[in-house]
């Protein structure tokens, strides 16, 4: 049978029809081998991944346990650097308290003299106490700013403000009160307050300055000696305490104890930069060479894998554009690209079963002309 003969024959659709069905299963065979070729990719990604991530952890984790063995060791030395600072500045207090003590003595006994002797002046002139009292010099008898400030302060108080406070008292009693005008008598009872507490103001002037005139006069003079007497021992001690001379006070011992634990601190600190220096060039590296050798040859076989696929898909790749040109260039020339297709050429072959075509020609004529066969 010539090759134009067999063209036209049912035979020539059946191996048509063949060709499609292993083209279709190279096609499919070759989508299944591009699936697990991405998919073996993400777990080499993933894998590799998971590589570096474990090779970070344990870098960070191995540092911080060298960071905490040495940050352990420095609080301990803060602690008892600390705890040996505490002593000292005690003993020094201590020192430094006596030494003011000492050298304020006689000043305080001045002070202790001058008590005694304000306690007997206003005994013997039989004057009430509160004439030595400071509220007193301060109301009465002022002397200096602070005093004179005292005074004005003690007076605004005493004058205006308890009379103001019994003035708003009465007028929110009787804000709510029908027929009475609460603003008269809060103002009345705000008169009659400051009338008496002047009235006591006096009874007390009269009683205290104006009757012992001249045992005031040499109260106050005591007092202002006492005032002196207390800054100079304030200024002594500030000096004291401003000192920056501590060899008196004998805190050597405190302080070897103190250099030594800084030089420990700083020997800490040395050994601490060493180690994570030798870490960081050395033990790195050794944990990275540790978890490649281990997981690595896992990622190795998977890429071996993954080229052998690739490899695969090449070649199938290749069979399947061999198949698609020889059904190109042996059936679809002759049917036509249109009709060259499964469903199709089983319709083909239908038309030739079924007696209504002799030939291809004849059953294409029908496909593409359905009314021709009637």
């Not at 002397?143 to 302060?153: D, K, P, S």
């Not at 696929?309 to 698609?324: G, H, P």
């Not at 020889?326 to 038309?351: H, M, W």
Request: hydrophobic share 35%; aromatic share 6%.
């Amino acid at each position: 049978m010539s090759d134009k003969s067999y063209k036209e024959t049912k035979a020539f659709l059946e191996n048509a029809q063949a060709e499609l069905q292993k083209l279709e299963q190279t096609e499919d065979n070759l989508d299944a081998l591009r699936t697990q070729n991405k998919k073996l990719g993400r777990n080499i990604t993933s894998e590799e991944k998971s590589i570096a991530d474990e090779i970070a952890q344990t870098i960070k984790k191995r540092r911080m346990e060298i960071t905490d063995s040495f940050d352990d060791r420095l609080d301990d030395n803060r602690s008892r650097k600390k705890n040996v600072s505490n002593k000292r500045d005690k003993k020094k207090n201590q020192r430094m308290n006596a030494r003011i003590q000492d050298e304020t003595q006689g000043t305080r006994d001045k002070i202790k003299e001058l008590n005694k002797e304000m306690k007997a002046l206003i005994k013997r002139d039989k004057a009430p106490s509160f004439l030595s009292s400071k509220m007193f010099f301060s109301l009465f008898m002022p002397r200096g700013i602070g005093e004179t400030v005292t005074m004005l302060v003690g007076l605004l108080i005493y004058f205006i403000g308890i009379p103001s406070v019994f003035m708003l008292l009465v007028k929110n009693i009787l804000k709510n009160k029908e027929g009475v005008n609460s603003g008269f008598w809060g103002g009345f009872v705000f008169v009659i307050v400051l009338i008496l507490l002047a009235f006591i103001y006096y009874a007390i002037y009269n009683a205290t300055k104006r009757r012992h005139a001249d045992t005031a006069k040499q109260a106050r003079n005591i007092y202002d000696q006492i005032k002196s007497n207390k800054r100079q021992i304030k200024d002594i001690s500030k000096s004291i305490s401003n000192d920056k001379d501590e060899s008196m006070y004998k805190l050597d011992a405190y302080d070897e104890k103190l250099a030594n634990l800084d030089a420990e601190a700083e020997s800490i600190n040395e050994e601490k930069k060493e180690k994570l220096r030798v870490f960081e060039e050395k033990d790195t590296q050794e944990i990275t060479d540790e978890i490649h050798n281990r997981r690595q040859p896992a990622v190795e076989n998977m890429k071996l894998q993954k080229q052998n696929l690739e490899a695969q898909i090449r070649d199938t790749e290749k069979v399947c554009a061999e198949q698609s040109s020889r059904i190109s260039n042996e059936y679809a020339s002759v049917i036509g690209e249109d009709l060259c297709k499964k469903d199709k050429i089983a319709d083909l072959i239908s038309f030739i079963e079924e007696g209504r075509a002799a030939t291809v020609s004849e059953a294409i004529a029908i496909y593409r002309n359905p009314k021709s066969s009637k």
